[in-house]
């Protein structure tokens, strides 16, 4: 009777290791593995909703409960998330793109640990770059070393090129509305390009701004009868913001809501949403086209599988 010669031949394993040393080992395996992150998208049909105050206060939200998050400022060239929380970057993702920074150097840390990536304000070339050059941000983040539950990507508002690229590279999509016409309109004109053209069938609804949980509902309601009507989408109403004049205290402050006033009914129903996004479902497979983290999630589901098997 022969030996194999070598332990690495494929599928064969030695008599005397037990199933229980072959399972520690994946578990082992398992645990220095990247886990999957939970990639959300804030985006707008047009600007002034408070977009940008959505993804800084439910990223500062998530980090209070534990979760390691990472905001990307991804309005290129009208960025102001730094400006909003009162920071400083000395580099921002300009640098990155020409080439003068790797992403982890330009990574500044805010309130409740929350890691963000700045960009740059008022820079032309930022807010024309390429498709290939926003795929070659996403790529970037696959280098990152940090450890990460959830990326909270704040895009542009519109139907630019990198919103298309950021939300179509995401997990998740949040469309904020509030109370005008145009808000409307516009959030209608943003889900029915990235349905129709880029495959895009799930969406989350947030009012901003709302005067009663009732007007919150209305505006879904709003949006929710002409796309049933016109389009193959679903769409899931995920809560209203209070109009609250904390809120534009903790904005002159530079600072989120739910830091500076955190029994506010603003920072009250961002720490909500962050308790539902948190069970939000991970995807188990890459969807086939670019996404961030894609090897993260690939990985994780090699792992799932070799459990199962």
């Known amino acids: ?27 082992l395996r398992r645990m220095t593995e990247p886990r999957p992150v939970r990639v959300i998208a804030v985006t707008s049909g047009k ?12 990223g500062v939200a998530m980090a209070e409960e534990g979760q390691r998050v990472m905001l990307l400022d991804a309005d290129l060239g009208l960025a102001n998330v730094d400006v909003m929380l009162g920071l400083h970057p000395e580099y921002d993702l300009s640098h990155v793109i020409q080439g003068q920074r790797t992403l982890e150097e330009v990574i500044v840390t805010g309130p409740a640990g929350l890691h963000i990536v700045p960009a740059s304000s008022g820079t032309k070339a930022m807010a024309e770059l390429s498709p290939m050059e926003h795929a070659g941000v996403i790529r970037a983040f696959s280098e990152l070393n940090h450890e990460l539950d959830v990326l909270i990507i704040d895009t542009a508002a519109g139907i630019s090129d990198s919103v298309v690229s950021f939300s179509r590279a995401a997990q998740e999509v949040i469309v904020v509305v509030c109370d005008e016409p145009a808000s409307i309109t516009d959030a209608y004109a943003l889900i029915k390009l990235l349905s129709r053209e880029y495959g895009i069938q799930r969406f989350r609804v947030l009012a901003n701004m709302a005067h009663s949980a009732q007007e919150g509902r209305e ?4 949006i929710s009868r002409v796309t ?4 193959d989408v679903t769409l899931d109403f995920i809560g209203a913001v209070p109009f609250d004049d904390y809120l534009r205290k903790a904005i002159k402050r530079q600072k989120a809501v739910v830091e500076a006033y955190p029994r506010s009914r603003a920072a009250m129903a961002f720490k909500t ?13 890459a969807a086939g086209h670019l996404e961030f983290f894609v090897e993260r999630l690939i990985n994780s589901n090699a792992s799932l599988m070799e459990v199962r098997s």
């Open 219 to 222: 505006l879904f309601a709003k």
């Open 228 to 231: 049933e009507r016109y389009l």
């Open 1 to 27: 009777m022969t030996r194999p010669l070598q332990n690495d031949l494929v599928g064969w394993r030695p008599m005397y290791m037990s199933n229980a040393r072959v399972d520690q080992a994946a578990g």
């Open 273 to 285: 949403l962050a308790q539902k996004a948190d069970k939000w479902p991970i995807p188990t497979g």
């Open 47 to 58: 600007g002034g909703v408070g977009k940008t105050n959505v993804s800084v206060n439910l």
